[in-house]
């Protein structure tokens, strides 16, 4: 099965989406109440565009995700044709957030202000019709947001459990381990006790052959004695 890699680019964009509302939002705010020429205003602005230039260049490897995705077959990746569609809407969506967006910052900066695209018609009005079609998409596209947002937190989920099972599988083995280490130390320990019952028994022995050696010693230097006596005895008695 070949690798998937939308849901890694999937948070990057969904990150620098999120950075993109923030800084918009400041922009929005600035712009309320600061002059044309403000330096707050112009940094705000920058950076909205420099977020929002980063942004589009991630929404591009997200859509070739998709393109490969669309174009070797869902099936290869494990997917659903529903899945590719879902995201195919999500990079629309982004899509249109990025062009809304810019178009706030650019309507700004020539004088006028902008509406989002989904809401202008071909002659510059209004188009209240499409309302529902919009506010529908973005219903949509939240659902499906959620629905992704349930599947990753199902494969954290699911990658922890494995986690645990590993770690119960390691616990049982150093039990295990531990168990076999505590059974040689008890069967080196009643060695210990052998050995020190035969040394004891050893040295005992030896110092019974000690004792009687030297019983035997006084004995034999005691009837040397006196047969030496004796033949002291004897010589004088004859000289």
């Known amino acids: 099965m070949s690798t998937d890699p939308y849901h890694a680019v999937q948070q990057e964009v969904q990150a ?14 600035i712009r309320s109440t600061a002059r044309e020429d403000s330096e707050e205003l112009i940094w705000a602005r920058n950076e909205l565009k420099a977020t929002l230039a980063a942004l589009e260049a991630d929404l591009e490897d997200l859509e070739e995700s998709v393109n490969v995705v669309e174009s070797t077959g869902a099936r290869l990746f494990g997917l659903e044709e529903s899945e590719v569609i879902e995201r195919r809407r999500y990079v629309g969506h982004v899509r249109r957030e990025i062009e809304n967006m810019r178009a706030e910052v650019e309507g700004r900066a020539t004088g ?26 973005q219903a949509e596209w939240a659902k499906q947001e959620q629905q992704m947002i349930i599947r990753q937190q199902d494969e954290t989920i699911d990658s922890i459990a494995g986690t645990l099972n590993t770690l119960h599988e390691q616990a049982g083995l150093m039990g295990q381990e531990i168990g076999e280490h505590v059974e040689m130390l008890d069967d080196l320990e009643r060695g210990v006790d052998r050995s020190e019952a035969k040394l004891s028994t050893a040295m005992r022995k030896m110092r019974n052959f000690i004792r009687q050696t030297e019983e035997t010693k006084s004995g034999w230097c005691i009837t040397i004695l006196i047969i030496i006596l004796m033949a002291l005895l004897l010589a004088v008695i004859l000289v």
């Open 16 to 29: 620098s989406l999120q950075n993109a509302a923030t800084l918009r939002a400041s922009y929005m705010r």
């Open 112 to 137: 006028q202000r902008s509406r989002p695209s989904s809401m202008v018609g071909p002659s510059g009005r209004v188009a209240e019709t499409t309302m529902p079609e919009d506010e529908d998409a």
